[in-house]
């Protein structure tokens, strides 16, 4: 059985930071590419960051700078290290694993909230 099971998420003031994980069981891990997804209330789901199995890295333009993802393959866990955080990075984040002609699989969210 496959499960993500993100946590660190919370309430923060602007400015300043928060760090999520995401720990992975039932796949093979290092052969998945993981990413964070957000969803504000009323918008759509969108991609933050990902990295892939190699470790190469995305952002989402808006996170640029203040975010950084991490993956360790020998913990089976992604992380999502936020900094700078602004109240538009309110929302629910998931984590994502997706692998070529292989099911992808979400975890259930973690709430974060960034007061001004």
């Known amino acids: 059985q496959v499960q993500l099971v993100e946590s660190g998420g919370g309430l923060v003031q602007a400015g300043g930071s928060l760090r999520l994980s995401c720990a992975a069981s039932?796949?093979?891990?290092?052969?998945?590419?993981m990413a964070w997804y957000r969803q504000a209330p009323g918008k759509q789901r969108e991609l933050v960051a990902g990295?892939?199995?190699?470790?190469?890295?995305s952002y989402e333009d808006s996170v640029k700078g203040r975010f950084t993802i991490s993956r360790d393959n020998a913990k089976h866990t992604v992380y999502l290290q936020m900094n700078s955080l602004k109240p538009e990075d309110t929302a629910v984040y998931y984590c994502?694993?997706?692998?070529?002609?292989?099911?992808?699989?979400w975890g259930q969210g973690t709430q974060v909230t960034v007061s001004s």
């Open positions: 994502n694993a997706n692998r070529v002609f292989h099911m992808a699989y």
């Open positions: 990295i892939t199995s190699g470790g190469r890295l």
């Open positions: 039932g796949i093979t891990f290092s052969s998945y590419y």
